[in-house]
C-alpha cells in the first residue's frame, strides 16, 4: 500500500490525449489516470481504476476538461527572466515617446550613480526598425548608467554613462565574437552586439564578473519563483534554462533544495564554463527529474529578429550577411571537446550559413570519434535547405526551432527575410517530413512563453502583430494541431534525453499535466489561444489553479 507520501489519486477528465504515437487519445467511458507519489502507474476507464484502488483519492475535473501532458518548452531563460525583473519591461512601448516615458519615470525615482536597465526593447515596435542611439538615451539620464536591451537579448543600447562603466570608448577595439557600432565619425553609437553585450549583462556568458552588478540572492529566488509560476499559469511544467552559468545554477540549486521550483529544469551550461564541468568529471545528463545539466550551450551567430544571424543571401535590400559569433576552428574544437567528453552540444545556429558551420564541426566531431554516440542540438535552426536537412538526419542532430516568431515578429521577418526565405523557416513540417527529431521552444523573452501561442503559430503561421497582423507566413511549413502538441511535449522530453520519464501520459511517466477548458485537438487552429489553462500538475499535484495569483 502506498504511504502518506505515495498516495494514490484517481483523476478523470472528458478526455485525456496521451500523445502515443499510434493514438494521441486515452480510449474509455470516464478516461482516468491513476498517479502514486510522482508518476502514472495505471490508464484506463475510471470503473475499472476505482475498482482496482477503492482507497484513491478521485479528482473528476468534469466532462468537458480534457488532459494533456506538460507543456515542456525546451528553450527558453526562466534564469535571465527572474534577473529582467529588476529592470524595465519596454515590450509594450509602441513608440519613441512611450519608451522614453518609462525610463525617465525610472530614472526619476533610481538615485544617481545607479544602473537603469530597460528590456525587451522591440525596436520594430516602439523605433520604427531604427535602433535608440547613446545621444537619446543622454537625453533621458546623463547621472545614471543606462542599458536598453533588445527584445532579441543578442545586442543592445548603452548611453554616455554605460558607455564609459563598461570601459568602452571610441577607441576601443570590440571583444572577439562582438562588435561596437559607430557612426559615420567612428564614434560609438551606443548600440553593442554579441560579446559586447554579454560582457555587460550576462554573468553565464561574460569572459569575467559583468558590468552591471547581480542583485542579492533572496531578491533573484523570489523573482525566480514568480517567473515558474507565470510559467505554470500557462501550463508549462518543464522548461530549458538556455543560459547557465555558476550564477545561475546556484539559483537553481537553492530553489530545488528549498522545495521551490515547480517546474523541472534542464540547465544548459554556457561552453565558458565547460572544462570546470568536465574537469571534474561530469557529463550532460547529470541531475535528477527536477534539475539537470542537459546540454553545453554556444553560440554560432546572432538573433534571428535582431537581423544580426548569420545568413547566406545578405538581408533583404542590403549586402550584410549577419555576424558570426565563434569561428570555424572555434566551433571545430568545441565540438571536439564535448562530443569527445560523451556530453550533448546545443549550439544556437539560426542562419543557413551558421547552420552549415555547425554541422561541420559536428561531423568532424563525429568521424573523429564514431563510437561516442550523442544526439546533439541546434537551437533555433532558424533557416534550412535541403541540404542542411539531408545533415542533419545522417547526425541525428535535434531542431530546436522557434515556435511562435511567425505570430509575434512577423514584421521584421518580412523585412529582414522577405516571403521567399519564410518558407524555408522555422521549418518544423521539413523537419517532421524528414525524420528529424524537433522540440518546441519560445526563446521567452524573446517570444512569447505561452505555449498555445506557439501551437497556434505553428499550425496557422499567421502574423498576428504589427502591419502583418493577418498574413499568412511561409504556409508550406505549416503542421497540424497534434504535431504541434507532440513536439511541445514528446519532443521536447527526447531534446533535454528525458523521453523515457516525460512527454506522454503513459505508465510509469511522471504526472505532469495540464487540464484544458476543451480539447485542443477538436478546435480551430486559431482559436487555440481561446482554450483556457484550469490546472496545471506536476508530480501528481497542483502547482498553479485558475483564479491563482500570478
Not at 534577473?83 to 522614453?100: F, H, I, Y
Request: hydrophobic share 40%; with cysteine.
Amino acid at each position: 500500500m502506498a504511504t502518506a507520501e505515495q498516495s494514490t489519486t484517481l483523476v478523470t477528465a472528458g478526455r485525456i490525449i496521451t500523445t502515443a504515437a499510434d493514438d494521441p487519445y486515452l480510449i474509455a467511458d470516464a478516461p482516468s489516470l491513476a498517479i502514486v507519489g510522482e508518476r502514472i502507474v495505471a490508464a484506463g476507464d475510471l470503473a475499472d481504476l476505482r475498482q482496482r484502488m477503492p482507497e484513491a483519492e478521485l479528482v473528476d475535473f468534469g466532462r468537458q476538461a480534457t488532459i494533456v501532458p506538460g507543456f515542456n518548452d525546451a528553450h527558453q531563460h526562466p534564469t535571465m527572466t527572474a534577473e529582467n525583473q529588476r529592470g524595465v519591461d519596454l515590450s509594450t512601448a509602441g513608440s519613441p515617446g512611450e519608451l522614453m516615458s518609462a525610463l525617465r519615470d525610472r530614472a526619476r525615482r533610481t538615485p544617481p550613480g545607479e544602473w537603469i536597465i530597460g528590456t525587451r526593447y522591440d525596436h520594430g515596435r516602439a523605433t520604427g526598425e531604427k535602433p535608440l542611439t547613446r545621444a537619446e538615451l543622454d537625453a533621458v539620464s546623463e547621472a545614471h548608467p543606462l542599458l536598453v536591451i533588445n527584445i532579441g537579448a543578442h545586442w543592445g543600447v548603452l548611453n554616455s554613462a554605460g558607455l564609459a562603466q563598461a570601459g568602452y570608448s571610441d577607441d576601443s577595439i570590440a571583444p572577439p565574437g562582438g562588435e561596437l557600432t559607430r557612426d559615420a565619425a567612428s564614434r560609438l553609437t551606443g548600440v553593442i552586439h554579441e560579446q559586447a553585450l554579454f560582457d555587460v549583462a550576462y554573468p553565464s556568458l561574460s569572459r569575467g564578473e559583468p558590468t552591471i552588478p547581480p542583485q542579492d540572492s533572496e531578491t533573484r529566488l523570489r523573482q525566480l519563483k514568480q517567473v515558474l509560476l507565470t510559467l505554470n499559469a500557462a501550463g508549462i511544467t518543464s522548461v530549458g534554462d538556455a543560459m547557465v552559468g555558476p550564477t545561475e545554477l546556484s539559483l537553481l540549486q537553492t530553489a530545488y533544495e528549498r522545495g521551490e521550483l515547480t517546474a523541472r529544469v534542464n540547465a544548459l551550461v554556457t561552453f565558458h564554463h565547460i572544462d570546470t564541468f568536465h574537469s571534474t568529471g561530469l557529463r550532460t545528463g547529470f541531475g535528477d527529474h527536477w534539475l539537470r545539466v542537459g546540454a553545453v550551450k554556444a553560440f554560432a551567430d546572432g538573433a534571428v529578429a535582431g537581423g544580426t544571424c548569420l545568413v547566406e543571401e545578405p538581408f533583404e535590400g542590403s549586402d550584410d550577411h549577419g555576424i558570426q559569433t565563434l569561428g570555424k576552428d572555434e566551433l571545430a574544437e568545441l565540438a571536439l571537446r564535448v562530443h569527445g567528453a560523451g556530453s550533448r552540444l546545443a549550439i544556437h545556429a539560426n542562419g543557413d550559413r551558421a547552420i552549415k558551420l555547425v554541422l561541420d564541426s559536428l561531423e568532424h566531431a563525429r568521424a573523429e570519434f564514431p563510437d561516442t554516440h550523442v544526439a546533439h542540438r541546434i537551437e533555433h535552426c532558424s533557416l534550412i535547405d535541403a541540404d542542411i536537412l539531408r545533415r542533419m538526419r545522417a547526425l541525428g542532430a535535434i531542431a530546436v526551432p522557434f515556435g511562435s516568431y511567425v505570430a509575434f515578429h512577423g514584421d521584421k521577418l518580412v523585412d529582414y527575410y522577405g516571403p521567399d526565405r519564410l518558407e524555408r523557416m522555422f521549418a518544423h513540417r521539413s523537419f517532421l517530413d524528414w525524420g528529424i527529431p524537433v522540440a518546441g521552444s519560445s526563446d521567452y523573452p524573446c517570444g512569447p512563453f505561452e505555449p498555445l501561442i506557439a501551437l497556434a503559430s505553428c499550425a496557422t503561421r499567421i502574423s498576428t502583430a504589427g502591419r502583418t497582423t493577418g498574413r499568412v507566413l511561409g504556409s508550406s511549413q505549416r503542421i497540424s494541431t497534434q504535431e504541434a502538441l507532440a513536439i511541445y511535449t514528446a519532443g521536447s522530453a527526447y531534446a533535454s534525453g528525458e523521453a523515457a520519464i516525460k512527454g506522454s501520459l503513459l505508465p510509469g511517466k511522471l504526472a505532469d499535466f495540464v487540464v484544458l477548458s476543451e480539447d485542443p485537438l477538436s478546435v480551430m487552429p486559431d482559436r487555440l489561444t481561446e482554450v483556457e489553462i484550469r490546472q496545471t500538475w506536476v508530480g501528481g499535484r497542483p502547482v498553479w489553479r485558475k483564479g491563482d495569483s500570478v
